[in-house]
């Protein structure tokens, strides 16, 4: 079956611009997870969802950063006023039990 | 935060040696997972140790883990180019399977 797709697979904006990434899970994963990752390290969390709700969203660095998940399925990860400091691949994950699987990513870079 | 460190950070090996990382990490764990990842895009869950296991396989690769200790191995035997990626440890802590990555180790497997 499909896996977890994201889109865009690459993103250029320019500081103070607001963006969306959106990441598609696999059906009927009701865990999804997003991660970010810097040049050189691995990913960190951001957020986890359990169906609709946000059940830790520890992660996130500031208020700029806000992710939804309407209907328990697809999730958007918004971004408001982008920095420079915001440029990393933005990687969404989905799950049963314990295995978490992994879109591509989408590649951010704040100009 | 990183919980998980690799060691080494990278490592070069001809094809066909054996390739063993390292994995040490700080709090206790439910499981221990290895990932990896091709260049700097989405991550490939290889295997996953619970812990209460001691050792695991998969094909190719073999898993420790050390609870005691705090640490794990990967080892891949029999390496092939394809193997050129960079490779993560991912403990899950909380219990709800967000995962903590360590800083990766990048392996390359020369023909």
């Known amino acids: 079956g499909a896996g977890v797709s994201q889109t865009p697979s690459n993103k250029v904006t320019e500081k103070g611009k607001y963006v969306e990434l959106r990441c598609d899970p696999i059906s009927g994963h009701t865990a999804l997870y997003w991660y970010r990752q810097s040049l050189g390290q691995g990913p960190e969390f951001l957020i986890y969802?359990?169906?609709?709700?946000?059940?830790?969203d520890s992660g996130l660095p500031n208020d700029r950063f806000f992710a939804v998940r309407p209907e328990g399925s697809v999730s958007t990860l918004k971004i408001q006023r982008t920095e420079r400091g915001d440029s990393a691949v933005y990687l969404c994950a989905s799950s049963l039990p314990e295995t978490q699987y992994f879109g591509p990513g989408t590649r951010l870079l704040v100009l | 935060s990183q919980q998980g460190e690799e060691d080494p950070q990278a490592l070069s090996i001809q094809e066909g040696e054996n390739a063993t990382m390292n994995c040490s990490y700080k709090t206790s764990i439910n499981n221990l997972q290895w990932y990896r990842q091709n260049s700097g895009r989405g991550l490939v869950h290889l295997i996953l140790?619970?812990?209460?296991?001691r050792e695991k396989h998969s094909g190719r690769l073999r898993v420790t883990l050390d609870t005691s200790k705090k640490s794990s191995s990967l080892l891949i035997t029999a390496s092939r180019a394809a193997d050129t990626a960079s490779y993560f440890c991912?403990?899950?802590?909380?219990?709800?399977?967000?995962?903590?990555f360590g800083k990766g180790t990048m392996l390359l497997v020369s023909p």
């Open positions: 991912a403990t899950d802590a909380k219990g709800y399977s967000t995962l903590t």
């Open positions: 140790i619970r812990s209460n296991e």
């Open positions: 969802f359990q169906g609709t709700g946000a059940a830790d």
